[in-house]
């Protein structure tokens, strides 16, 4: 953990090159000492249907959860948060210059007893040392 999930508007999809949003998140997630490297999961899901406002489909939204292990005190998972939404902030400002768009991001707790893990990310990661 952590797993970044974003849902997008379709409307944006030719407007911002999502593949870059998660690689920008994934960077900025990486230099974030409550996110385990490994751990670290970025996914982007257009969604087709949506309504949003005033019902004009000019509108668009980029929503991301990032779904945390449990433990971490209430201000590490903030100031993560804070910086996440910063870099996607960053990353749409270009769009939103011209685009109506809605940004919005939440982190929650994951309960470890809930939640079984198993990988081989670990023994593939190239070590930096």
Do not use: Q
Not at 27 to 43: L, Q
Not at 63 to 76: A, F, H, Q
Not at 84 to 103: D, G, N, V, W, Y
């Amino acid at each position: 953990m952590p797993h970044f999930h974003i849902d997008y508007s379709a409307n944006l999809e030719e407007v911002v090159d999502m593949g870059a949003l998660c690689e920008a998140l994934r960077a900025a997630a990486a230099d974030i000492e409550t996110f385990p490297v490994p751990g670290i999961r970025v996914r982007a899901i257009r969604v087709d249907h949506w309504a949003m406002a005033d019902g004009d489909p000019k509108h668009g939204f980029v929503d991301l959860t990032i779904r945390l292990r449990e433990g971490r005190p209430e201000d590490v998972k903030k100031d993560a948060v804070t910086r996440i939404f910063e870099t996607m902030k960053a990353f749409m400002a270009p769009a939103m210059r011209t685009r109506s768009i809605a940004l919005s991001a939440e982190i929650r707790d994951i309960d470890a007893g809930l939640s079984p893990k198993f990988g081989t990310v670990r023994d593939h990661l190239e070590d930096d040392a």
